[in-house]
């Protein structure tokens, strides 16, 4: 995935109806696999709902995980 598709996915997680850590995603980046919620988008970076500060230019693909 691109940064921009990357961005795309996030800024559609947070702008869905209800709360975004309702929304469970698989985030993976260069060094980890994660399995998690999203809590908020900051100057390049996300925070999840395990407390993990992952860079956004670090992920390589992220997808929201079948209920």
Do not use: Q
Not at 9 to 31: H, L, Q, R, W
Not at 41 to 59: A, F
């Amino acid at each position: 995935m691109t940064n921009l598709e990357v961005n795309n996915v996030i800024d559609n997680i947070f702008n869905t109806t209800g709360y975004a850590f309702n929304i469970k995603v698989i985030i993976e980046t260069k060094d980890k696999l994660y399995n998690t919620s999203l809590i908020a988008k900051r100057n390049g970076y996300i925070l999840t709902l395990d407390n993990d500060r992952i860079n956004i230019d670090d992920i390589i693909s992220i997808k929201r995980k079948n209920p």
